[in-house]
């Protein structure tokens, strides 16, 4: 079955470390995102890319970093530098092509706790 | 710029009646639009999206969204809740005529529907 797959579901992350989380997708699509969900929050948007080594910023980038050298894998490392880490992760994709009008398929997520 | 309200943190329904879960939005001229819903530790899952045609969007698990361009609202509507919809609901919205540029969701509503 084609979809959607992050990794590790659960994270654990000590004071001063990067980690990565996983994600992978199957459905050749062309754009890949990260989201931080945070209670009462909603999604927040930290990272995009429409096509293979480029990505833009999204409204929460700081402290985050991502590489996108395949079409089908987009890891999202959370760096030291993100003060407030402790959060659900969730990345999405779609196709770029066509009319314009699809909507998102989205992982299951990965939540983050700094311990 | 894009933006999604959703008026309501949390919706409390009887079994068995009518649910309405509010969204408006705001869009440089016409909207994508699209509900998601999440259950707990999970990802989104699509529930329907409106386009162009039909106000009266018919979706999954018998939901349906009435999109109203005057109130520049799409709120989504279920006439008969299962105790099995409770969950946490997300609208999005995209303009039309924006490329590709992210989906923007709501804070999110979170629904209880009571045996």
């Known amino acids: 079955d084609g979809g959607i797959t992050q990794s590790p579901k659960y994270l654990f992350r000590k004071e001063g470390q990067n980690v990565t989380l996983s994600c992978e997708q199957n459905l050749n699509h062309d754009a890949m995102y990260w989201y931080r969900q945070d209670p009462g929050q909603g999604l927040r948007l930290i990272y995009y890319s429409q096509i293979v080594n480029d990505f833009q910023k999204g409204d929460i980038a700081e402290g985050y970093s991502v590489s996108r050298e395949k079409k089908e894998s987009f890891p999202l490392t959370v760096t030291s530098a993100q003060k407030n880490p402790t959060a659900f992760y969730l990345c999405?994709?779609?196709?770029?092509?066509?009319?314009?009008?699809?909507?998102?398929?989205f992982g299951s997520g990965t939540r983050l706790t700094v311990v | 710029a894009q933006s999604v309200a959703q008026p309501e943190d949390q919706v409390n329904v009887a079994e068995g009646n009518p649910l309405t879960v509010k969204c408006t939005y705001s869009v440089s001229g016409n909207p994508y639009l699209f509900w998601y819903v999440q259950y707990p530790n999970r990802g989104l899952q699509f529930l329907l999206k409106y386009i162009t045609g039909d106000n009266l969007v018919k979706g999954s698990y018998g939901f349906e969204a009435e999109f109203n361009k005057s109130q520049t609202s799409f709120h989504l509507k279920k006439p008969s809740a299962l105790v099995s919809d409770s969950a946490l609901y997300f609208c999005a919205v995209r303009a039309l005529n924006s490329g590709n540029t992210p989906l923007v969701f709501g804070k999110g509503t979170r629904l209880s529907v009571i045996a």
């Open positions: 999405a994709s779609t196709p770029l092509s066509g009319p314009g009008d699809y909507g998102y398929t």
